[in-house]
């Protein structure tokens, strides 16, 4: 449990959510996040994977759907309602809110906040990026079956690491990024509990492009996943005897 | 860092390094939250996650030196259960600090504008502090003891209520000194005071206003401090406390800084977000709020370190700087600045020289004797030599662009170059 509790002292960084959107291949799908808070255009952004650009246009509310019937790129909006930017006080945090940086993190899908709206200004990006979040859910179902679940990234060396979560009755309770990664090898001799892990690899999906990647990787990622129990937990049997 | 009351105590030692003393101070956060489950009821004692003395010995076998963290941060246990159930709390923003723009959100935090709560945290403080007092260097392992307000100090509740007029009357006096900065009619503090009050000043001149706003905020936070700094002495703990609370961030050598007065800003690489008040945004504090979040991506991008105005040190061994002001300034800031001057510091301002205070008196840089209008590069400035120092800003100001920052750049190396 010593080993366990020292797994959780990193947090994890902001190179490890980037790797994270490089490992998808997000860079190519470039869109412009927009929020309004209070009625007000509080920001625009333009985001390519993890680099963001401010952008000053919109300046007023009334300008703002022409401006998007304008932009060559898709535009999401989050609107939220006047006086709510109250954060739930019991958030339950979904795995793919760990792992992506801001704003990616804050395109909540299907499952939406009552307290903002979302709107895309295009339908094919919304579709996609549903499709990226339930395959989020269904790993994030898979690793939550174990008390620690470890999703290895694949990166460019000085990127490459392990994440981390410890779950609790199927919810993340800690989190955390160990880079260099610790080998699965360690975890099994050590970790003494069960353990859940796959990996965000974007090597093989290089003549893919746009959302395409990402749900390419994903889906790699749920069929690479493998479930261990510690070495010194007895088989379930082993306490049966006859008398 | 050691989040003892988060851990099994059995496993507390693993966290010290026998007589390594190489491997610095281990920062403990104690937390009220943890230590009161029960409204009046503090355990330091009885469970074994919380035997705080138990802790400070075994850093003392093992030769560690302790940092004590006190006060209150975004983590829940800052405060105990039984305070958050005392509705209304107040809204405060969420800062996570782990990446440089994030989502902005608000959490309800228990008020020490009820008296309960503030009291409750005076005991609780008053105990933790009898204990460490006990354990202080250098015969015991308590190096230093940090109190921070965190989050609390963006409360804006705090503004909102008589401490707000008794402020005003302590700045101002007179109703009629407050109208005429203000170009107002008020008839008493009360009612400038007032919801609408307040919207009316933040409508007629809202840096100002924003600077009146932040002062009277933290007027009540500063009268608990005093309470706080009495039980400090009491103990004779002085010497190993400090106050971060509005304390400067020993940031060195920043690139580029900016004013924050329509901004709320807290930490290193500071986290933005626009001023509220009744939990609404200023529409004013929109437009500063996107050019800073602006120019802290530019400076990133250009790997350039940026701080905000309010957290800046006026440090000596700082370079040329480019400062993003526009027409009003901190009397104190403008009078930092003039010594960084003074000691050799190049300053550029690319939207201008900042020619106010906030109390509307003006900032005198230079006699006209001083100004010359050179090139710098491609860009015609004006350059004032003060002290051994050079201040420069544009003869036209610029807009705010993109690349601005780059452009800024350009302008300071260029700066560079001249004094070599």
Known sequence: ?243 | MLDYSNQASTDWSQFFVDGDSSSGNLVIPIWWGSHEQIQGVRDFTKNSRLRLEKLLTLAHQKKRSLNIQLGFSSDERSFPTWTRERLPGSPVPVIHGSEPIEALETTRAPSFLQPAVKDGFLQFLEEVLGILSLYCSPQGPVNSIRFSWGPLELDSHLAETEHLSVYFRQRYGVIGNLNSLYQTCFKDFDTTCSKMGIRTLFDKRPWVAAWDFKNGRSFFLKNVESEIFSRVEQRGLTSVFTMSAGQKVNMKQPQVVFDDMLLESLGEQPVLIPLRIFDQVIPTAIPDFRFTELIKLEALQAQEKIQAMSQWNFSTDTRNVIIFAQRFMRADHATGIKSLLEQGTGLFFPLGLPQWDENLNLISWSSPLQKAKCAIGTEEVWKIRTGAGTLVYPTQTWEKNLGIVLRSLTVLNGMRGEKK
Not at chain 1, 93 to 99: A, E, G, R, S
Not at chain 1, 171 to 191: G, H, M, R
Not at chain 1, 215 to 240: C, G, M, T, W, Y
Request: charged share 20%; net charge neutral.
């Open chain 1, 1 to 243: 449990m010593i080993y366990l509790n020292r797994l959780f002292s990193s947090p994890i960084t902001l190179a490890a959510k980037q790797t994270v959107v490089y490992l998808l291949g997000f860079e190519s799908r470039p869109f412009v996040f927009c929020e309004i808070v209070d009625g007000l255009v509080l920001r625009a952004l333009q985001v390519t994977g993890s680099q963001l650009e401010s952008l000053l246009e919109p300046k007023a509310m009334a300008d703002r759907l022409s401006w998007i019937e304008n932009q060559p790129l898709p535009v999401v909006t989050l609107i939220h309602e006047t006086g709510s930017l109250v954060r739930d006080p019991n958030p339950v945090t979904p795995l793919w809110k760990f792992l992506l940086p801001f704003p990616w993190n804050r395109l909540q899908g299907a499952t939406s906040n009552h307290r903002c709206k979302l709107e895309f200004s295009c339908g094919s990006f919304q579709s996609d990026w549903n499709g990226i979040i339930s395959r989020f859910e269904e790993i994030q179902n898979q690793l939550s079956k174990s008390e620690l679940g470890c999703l290895f990234l694949d990166g460019p060396s000085e990127a490459s690491g392990v994440l981390l979560f410890r779950y609790v009755r199927g919810q993340i309770v800690s989190s955390s990024f160990l880079s260099p990664p610790i080998s699965s090898a360690q975890l099994e001799k050590n970790v003494g509990t069960t353990v859940a892990r796959c990996q965000l690899d974007k090597n093989k999906q290089s003549n893919l492009l746009g959302f395409s990647v990402a749900h390419a990787v994903l889906d790699s990622a749920i069929h690479s996943l493998k479930f261990f129990s510690p070495l010194n937990e007895q088989p379930q049997d082993a306490l049966r005897f006859e008398l």
